[in-house]
């Protein structure tokens, strides 16, 4: 299979993956299973695996963390 790029007359921007006010969140127990929540969240995150509820503030991963870490 090739890629043909006369089937793409136009450049158009790459629709946004997330909306930018989502901060992912990366669970102590199960840190391959990260949780997206607002930006302005204050309150608990809880695991989606075990329940285990955990502060934002201990779990929120900040964007500078994320610096150049293009996926
Ligand atoms: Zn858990």
Known sequence: MRFDRSLLPFSRP????EP??????DMPCYPE???K????WEGEV???ICGIRYPIELVRTLP???GGNAE
């Open 33 to 35: 299973e990260p949780l």
């Open 20 to 25: 930018e006010d989502m901060v992912r969140v």
């Open 46 to 48: 809880g695991c989606l």
């Open 37 to 40: 929540v607002d930006e302005e």
């Open 14 to 17: 790459e629709p946004l993956a």
């Open 64 to 66: 500078e963390e994320e």
